[in-house]
């Protein structure tokens, strides 16, 4: 399971830095042709949109899985009673979150498969682009459940 659990991390860390490293050689090239060159190139705009969507979303399951996301500090201060409840109510919300994420995720990902519509300049389908909501919120919910496991 350690393992499993490792390499989920691991891949999850690796999108991120792909989407990084896409994002920043992208806009470099994207100045460098339209300032230096005065040629800019078509298809940066959509690239760029692209890797910063999948960088946001799997930066998000990130937070999750580090328990970076948004919380409220005043309820630390709570009794440890009222803490438990908070925690209980927060993973339920949570979770409710993250299930609607994926499922409308999914839909919007099918829907766009049937339009077939692409993405600007490139040859890439709309689906693929939205395929990032049902995966990110796959790896969100993983690491919430692990979570609270702990």
């Known amino acids: 399971m350690k393992r499993i659990a490792h390499y989920l991390s691991y891949t999850l860390e ?3 830095f792909i989407c990084m490293t896409i994002t920043v050689v992208t806009t470099f090239l994207q100045v460098f042709y339209r300032y230096v060159l005065k040629s800019p190139l078509s298809w940066s705009q959509e690239v760029l ?9 799997f930066g998000a399951a990130l937070a999750v899985k580090n328990k970076e996301h948004l919380k409220v500090d ?4 709570a009794p440890a009673r009222v803490q438990k409840l908070l ?9 409710i979150f993250i299930g609607v994420f994926v499922y409308y995720g999914t839909l919007l990902v099918f829907a766009n498969f049937e339009s077939g519509t692409i993405v600007g300049f490139l040859p890439i389908q709309v689906a693929y682009v939205y395929m990032s909501l049902p995966i990110s919120g796959l790896f969100m919910f993983y690491y919430l459940v692990k ?3 702990k």
Not at 49 to 57: D, K, N, P, Q, W
């Open 147 to 149: 979570g609270v496991f």
């Open 87 to 95: 925690r209980v109510l927060e993973f339920s919300i949570m979770t």
């Open 14 to 16: 690796f999108i991120i």
């Open 74 to 77: 005043l309820f630390d201060r």
């Open 49 to 57: 949109m692209i890797s910063f969507v999948y960088l946001v979303l």
